[in-house]
């Protein structure tokens, strides 16, 4: 099984549900990792954004993302060339992903 945004935006939602929030050291630690892998696979979108921002301190978010965008459009190309392209001002719908162009 080959993970995707999907599934990224899942694994920080069990952080933010099963670590203590004032255990924000090994919050941080898992976030930071499934962020990285998520942004190196280009699966980033304002899902995994969303979830990540509910996960880490503020602080933290920028560090990982930048600043405090949480809409992918404005994010490296890079860390979103595997989601779906928008149709009409909507995200697409469906499992399979195609590179941006």
Known sequence: VTPDAFTYTSLL??????LSKTDTKHRFI?????FKECSKAGFVND?????????????QY???VGSGEQNSSNLPSVWT???PKRLNG????GSKYSKRE
């Open 81 to 83: 060339r595997m989601i």
């Open 13 to 18: 939602n069990v952080c933010r549900n099963l």
């Open 47 to 59: 899902y995994v954004l969303g979830a990540l921002k509910k996960v880490v301190t503020k602080e």
């Open 90 to 93: 909507r995200k697409s719908v």
């Open 30 to 34: 898992l976030s930071k990792s499934l």
């Open 62 to 64: 920028i560090q990982l």
